[in-house]
């Protein structure tokens, strides 16, 4: 392997003037038998050079079935991680080790481990936007796409264990009944969105339908005409009839939206903070096609899982699938 120079956490390296990025990251991963994964979340030029574009159960899904020797995940960091958990024997790299996730961060293994401990007795549901070290403590992973048919594939007295985001917790809680135990985390960009801006928008735009994350606080949900995850907020705002929306999630989403509708308007939902028109997650935003194209070149900066929690981790990421596949998801 070269020598390179990965400073603050990517292949710190000039990348040659007037190169055309795309041209040469194409090259590079025919050379190499690589696949690039992106996420909804990523800036429009990273999607539109992927392989393959989802959310969190698309992409853990397809990292399962390639038969490709290197995957390279623009996303964050726990989904390099997963895609590393189930496919131990290829090479998994990510464009810039630092893209990791306010939600995961906010559930410390050690903490939670802890949690556990306080509370026995529980079936543990994570949330895939946790480290491996945390799925490592659970029963089953959930992503917001599966979460609720998941929570429904238990007897209806189990006493559960859901984290680590409340406000998907919640919502779930809200849908099925249930009355689960949740983590107090949450995710820095769903927390944002301002109740105020977006009911100005909805004056704006009587016409918009608003779509949410469940991620989003109860606030917003309460004024959604959809609540979904990222893939399932794509495919009503393609199937509806309506022609103007407002989203309230990541706004890297609104790429795949508007070129699925060209036809359509899609209105990010804005945060509170004022100098701001869209929400962005700054970690999705590190990853960039000139990192992209180091992370090719030079192949890394790799993902590592330690192999005993490997281990244990891979468990309730196959029990998510095997489930997801069943319920037909």
Same mark, same amino acid.
């Given at each position: ?25 194409? *090259? ?30 698309? +992409? ?11 995957? $390279? ?40 481990? +802890?949690?556990? /401990?306080? !509370? ?13 070290? &945390? ?6 992973? $959930?992503?917001?796409?599966?979460? *609720?048919?998941? $929570? ?12 680590p985001d409340r406000n998907l917790g919640n919502y779930i809680n809200s849908v099925t009944g249930r009355n689960m135990k949740l983590w107090n985390g949450a995710c820095h960009v769903h927390e ?6 977006? &009911? ?13 994350? #469940?991620?989003?606080? !109860?606030?917003? %949900?309460?004024?959604?005409? =959809? ?15 309506? /022609? ?17 509708? #060209? ?7 804005? #945060? !509170? ?22 992370? %090719? ?7 590592? &899982?330690?192999?005993?929690?490997? =281990?244990?981790?891979?468990? #309730?990421?196959? *029990? ?10």
């Open positions: 392997m070269i020598d390179v120079n990965i400073d603050k956490g990517f292949v710190n390296l000039p990348v040659p003037e007037n190169i055309d990025l795309k041209k040469e990251i194409d *090259r590079l991963k025919k050379e190499k038998n690589a696949v690039i994964l992106a996420h909804y979340y990523q800036s429009g030029d990273l999607q539109d050079i992927a392989d393959f574009v989802g959310d969190s159960l698309a +992409l853990a899904q397809w990292a399962a079935r390639t038969d490709a020797d290197i995957l $390279v995940m623009c996303g964050v960091h726990f989904m390099g991680e997963t895609a590393k958990i189930l496919c131990p024997d290829k090479k998994v790299l990510v464009p810039d080790m630092n893209a990791g996730c306010s939600l995961a961060d906010s559930c410390n293994a050690d903490d939670f481990a +802890l949690f556990l /401990k306080e !509370n026995p007795g529980y079936t543990v549901i994570s949330y895939v936007n946790t480290s491996a070290a &945390v799925k490592a403590l659970t029963d089953v992973v $959930v992503t917001s796409t599966n979460a *609720r048919q998941i $929570v429904e594939s238990f007897p209806a007295d189990e006493k559960i264990i859901f984290g944002q969105f301002s109740v105020e801006k977006i &009911v100005e928008l909805k004056k704006k735009y009587p016409d918009a339908l608003l779509l949410a994350h #469940p991620e989003c606080k !109860n606030v917003i %949900l309460a004024l959604a005409d =959809k609540i979904g995850s990222t893939a399932a907020l794509l495919k009503f705002s393609t199937q509806s009839d309506a /022609k103007r929306f407002i989203v309230a999630t990541e706004s890297g989403i609104l790429h795949e939206m508007q070129k699925q509708n #060209p036809d359509k308007t899609f209105i990010p939902a804005p #945060p !509170n903070d004022s100098t701001c028109a869209c929400n962005e997650c700054n970690f999705m935003r590190l990853n960039t096609m000139e990192k992209l194209y180091n992370c %090719l070149k030079y192949e890394q900066p790799e993902i590592n &899982v330690d192999a005993e929690i490997a =281990k244990k981790a891979i468990l #309730p990421i196959r *029990r998510m699938l095997d489930i997801s596949a069943k319920l037909g998801l």
